[in-house]
T-cell receptor, first 111, second 116 residues
Framework: LAKTTQPISMDSYEGQEVNITCSHN???????ITWYQQFPSQGPRFIIQ???TKVTNEVASLFIPADRKSSTLSLPRVSLSDTAVYYC????????????FGAGTRLFVKA | EAGVAQSPRYKIIEKRQSVAFWCNPI?????LYWYQQILGQGPKLLIQ????????DSQLPKDRFSAERLKGVDSTLKIQPAKLEDSAVYLC??????????????FGEGSWLTVV
């Protein structure tokens, strides 16, 4: 499984765009990149997933460069309710569906 | 669509006692996971089932933890005897067997365990 590296924490203000970058230098050809969000007292929640280039949904965008050794989760115009821990995962089913979480990035959004 | 159901939501026990957590995954999800999340850390995979077979239990402390998924649907995680360091949130999750990414996992809200 590819190991991921993320910043431990980030601060932002309401209305700003937040970009969280994840490094995964050993990503394999079959690996997908998935981001989860976790609020206090809740289980992680799937946000977005991609393989290459750019993916956008109603919550976020995911930018993946051509070498796929990193990815950036972009949250547009954050609000206080976006304060959470964000986890980056890489992997695929050929590894036996093993899904390993790192420590994640703690995002604090201030008023 | 109903999500992953877990119970109990909260449990406080004394060390050396036993506790059991129950999980009902999303209907049709063949893969079921149990994670342990200690405060301030990311979830740690304890055991993973595919239908009623174990795919990975390499991080399950088998001297005190056990889990089963007898009919390939519901699952139970048991701790006996509990230690202080078992205080954590126990998260159950499920995913589709056919998911090629292996990473689209749906979590329950967790069962909070405090061992005193």
């Amino acid at each position: 499984l590819a190991k991921t590296t993320q910043p431990i924490s980030m601060d932002s203000y309401e209305g700003q765009e937040v970009n969280i970058t994840c490094s995964h230098n050993n990503i394999a050809t079959n690996d997908y990149i998935t981001w989860y969000q976790q609020f206090p007292s809740q289980g992680p929640r799937f946000i977005i997933q991609g393989y290459k280039t750019k993916v956008t949904n109603e919550v976020a965008s995911l930018f993946i460069p051509a070498d796929r050794k990193s990815s950036t989760l972009s949250l547009p115009r954050v609000s206080l309710s976006d304060t959470a821990v964000y986890y980056c995962l890489v992997g695929d089913h050929t590894g036996g569906f093993k899904t390993i979480f790192g420590a994640g990035t703690r995002l604090f959004v201030k008023a | 669509e109903a999500g992953v159901a877990q119970s109990p939501r909260y449990k406080i026990i004394e060390k050396r006692q036993s506790v059991a957590f129950w999980c009902n995954p999303i209907s049709g999800h063949a893969t079921l996971y149990w994670y342990q999340q200690i405060l301030g850390q990311g979830p740690k995979l304890l055991i993973q089932f595919q239908n009623n077979g174990v795919v990975d239990d390499s991080q399950l402390p088998k001297d005190r933890f056990s889990a089963e998924r007898l009919k390939g649907v519901d699952s139970t995680l048991k701790i006996q005897p509990a230690k202080l360091e078992d205080s954590a949130v126990y998260l159950c999750a499920s995913s589709l067997l056919q998911d090629p990414t292996g990473n689209t996992i749906y979590f329950g809200e967790g069962s909070w365990l405090t061992v005193v």
